[in-house]
């Protein structure tokens, strides 16, 4: 069996030591498993100590994400990590930081040096010492004592001491249940401990999920535990929006990136999120148009790394009916690469730009009430410098520095090719920050906004834009 159903296969026997009957908060009951949705990469903490109610999360100086780093789940494995030619396509894509997965420990020393050679860094490194240590071997469990937790990992860390220039962080496991977390926690102590500066990558469960998947009643409860028994880096997560027959999650999709952005906020951790890209089960062939929604409103809501699933299709992959990565495990380029292409080359500026700065509010402007809100979410009402608005199915992220993000939640062309946005109490002195140089600029004397005839600025947003704007 190739190594991914291995791994997700695992997932499953894994979530089946959760089985409890406890009613679920959030989730919609559906019967997808945990091992059908995305997986890991890395991502990053940016705080140093913060205490919850459950527990005290200790933090070194050295702790959390350096900058702003995009990066997918699933790319070459086995041989293909020693293959030059796909390190040259992916690093052409506008990836930065990118995981090795499902290699041994000799092809994982021989691919850190071509990341290096094309100017990659490695987000989270998968070795299968990590699994076997986290209950991938039936050698362990969660009441392994942490000494000998400690010895494998301190040995992990000294096999790639060479590699520590290319080495951000380290792969340990896709959708833990609250079961896992107990020894979870013991292998990132370890990490924190042998590995100071480098981050361990855990993708959590999407809140649709259920209890019997959580191992407990709730979603809020699973992002507490989490936190509390784990001590992790960063959070990340997966929630797959767009379905096959243009059907989409209408019911938790951003009441996922509510929930994960406020737990984030409340212990001092970086979110990030790993979006959908690639066709698979009953998951849509996704336009441009919505991969670049799923990108702006991720980041109008704070996220600090984007990852894409998934980068490259294998055999039995494509077998099953999977398609339209970035790239197939012959080389061969999907339309896929060259959307994801175009969107790194602009996300990257304005990840740049965001990263330092601190998600303070996140609300959505809509102008009739069928326009569901969902749970969590909150209405724009006059905010901060922004003030009144008018617009219908828009979400705005404020930021600490008095910036904000806008994003057109329309991505299907039967809405129209264009969404007016107007701004009623800004008049004067609003800037735009100019992705294609990285420089903030004067959105009037740019034509980047109109004067409509009550003498307002306007912008006509394309579907899925996403514009960082300001007040000077």
């Given amino acids: ?6 791994r997700l296969l695992l997932a499953m026997l894994a979530a089946s030591m959760c ?37 005290e999360i200790a933090k070194t100086e050295d702790d959390g994400m350096k900058r702003f780093e995009i990066t997918y789940f699933y790319g070459p ?22 995981p090795l997965e499902y290699g ?92 100071p500066g480098k981050l361990t990558m855990i993708n959590l469960l999407p809140c649709w999920a259920g209890e019997v998947n959580f191992g407990t009643a709730t979603y809020r409860e699973y992002l507490d535990e989490f936190v509390s ?15 096959e027959g243009g059907g989409y999650r209408a019911e938790d999709f951003f009441t996922n990136l509510e929930l994960v952005r406020d737990k984030a906020k409340e212990c001092g951790l970086d979110p990030m999120v790993i979006i959908l890209l690639t066709k698979h089960h009953r998951y849509a062939d996704l336009t441009f148009d919505q991969i670049e ?14 990852s894409y699933f998934t980068f490259i299709l294998e055999q039995y992959l494509l077998d099953d009916g999977w398609d339209n990565s970035c790239m197939n495990y012959m080389g061969e380029i999907y339309p896929h690469y060259y959307d994801v292409q175009e969107i790194n080359r602009w996300l990257l500026p304005l990840g740049n730009e965001l990263f330092d700065k601190e998600s303070v509010g996140v609300y959505h402007l809509r102008k009739f009430d069928w326009d569901v809100l969902e749970a969590e979410c909150e209405e724009y009402t006059p905010t901060g410098v922004l003030g009144e608005v008018k617009g219908d199915r828009f979400v705005i992220g404020l930021f600490d520095d008095g910036s904000f993000m806008i994003t057109n939640k329309l991505w299907d062309e039967l809405d129209g090719e264009y969404n007016t946005f107007e701004f009623v109490d800004i008049k004067d002195g609003l800037e735009y920050f100019d992705t294609t140089d990285g420089q903030w600029k004067d959105a009037v004397a740019e034509g980047f906004v109109t004067r409509n005839e009550n003498g307002n ?6 579907l899925s834009e996403g514009v960082l704007f300001r007040v000077k």
């Avoid at 069996?1 to 291995?6: P, R």
């Fill in 1 to 6: 069996m190739k190594k991914l159903a291995k």
């Fill in 229 to 243: 028994q784990v001590n992790p880096h960063y959070l990340s997560y997966d929630n797959y929006h767009f379905y």
């Fill in 77 to 98: 494995h086995n041989e293909q990590l020693i293959d030059e030619s796909f390190y040259e396509k992916i690093a052409d894509a506008g990836f930065t930081s990118i």
């Fill in 457 to 462: 600025l306007t912008r006509e947003f394309h």
């Fill in 104 to 195: 041994n420990t000799e092809l994982n020393k021989k691919a850190l040096p071509i990341l290096k050679k094309y100017g990659l860094t490695c987000s989270a490194l998968s070795d299968s010492r990590i699994d076997a240590v986290i209950g991938y071997d039936r050698t362990f469990s969660p009441d392994t004592p942490q000494e000998e937790v400690d010895r494998v990992i301190s040995e992990v860390v000294a096999d790639y001491a060479e590699y520590t220039d290319v080495i951000e962080g380290w792969l340990l496991q896709d959708e833990p249940c609250e079961a896992r977390f107990e020894i979870l926690g013991k292998v990132v102590s370890a990490f924190r401990r042998f590995s």
């Fill in 19 to 55: 089985m409890t009957g406890v009613a679920c908060g959030t989730g919609t009951g559906e019967d997808d498993t945990a091992g059908e949705t995305a997986a890991p990469e890395t991502a990053a903490v940016e705080t140093a100590a913060a205490e919850t109610e459950e527990a």
């Fill in 293 to 306: 929604w799923e990108v702006n409103t991720a980041m109008t809501y704070g996220m600090k790394r984007i």
